[in-house]
């Protein structure tokens, strides 16, 4: 049973920082690339970063290159999001999804399959 669970959520002040996790089971990371999405109240879902399973390489939406990262743990077959310097417009949901290909194809959230059950992340002061 594939399942992907994530973590690390909270209540942040602008400027700091948090690291999301995503978990997966029923299926190894090793062939199937990872991407975070995220759906703050009123808009739609958007891709946010992926990190591909052929070769590592890895994407970010421009409104947080430079300031998120992401990784991958395939002994913990976890995928990490690191988020710094955060805003209150990174304030949303987040999931991990994958679409089940092994690279980072950008299709739009309705091409993936499994998600995870998303993480709050607020940013306010």
């Known amino acids: 049973q594939v399942q992907l669970v994530e973590s690390g959520g909270g209540k942040v002040l602008p400027g700091g920082s948090l690291r999301l996790s995503c978990v997966a089971s029923?299926?190894?990371?090793?062939?199937?690339?990872i991407t975070w999405f995220r759906q703050a109240p009123g808009k739609e879902r958007e891709g946010v970063s992926c990190i591909s399973s052929s070769d590592g390489s890895t994407y970010y939406a421009d409104s947080v290159k430079g300031r998120f990262t992401i990784s991958s743990d395939d002994a913990k077959n976890t995928v990490y999001l690191q988020m710094n310097s955060l805003k209150p417009d990174d304030t949303a949901v987040y999931y991990c999804a994958t679409d089940g290909y092994y690279y980072c194809t950008g299709s739009g959230s309705n091409e993936y399959d499994y998600w995870g059950q998303g993480t709050q992340v607020t940013v306010s002061s």
């Open positions: 029923g299926f190894t990371l090793d062939y199937y690339a």
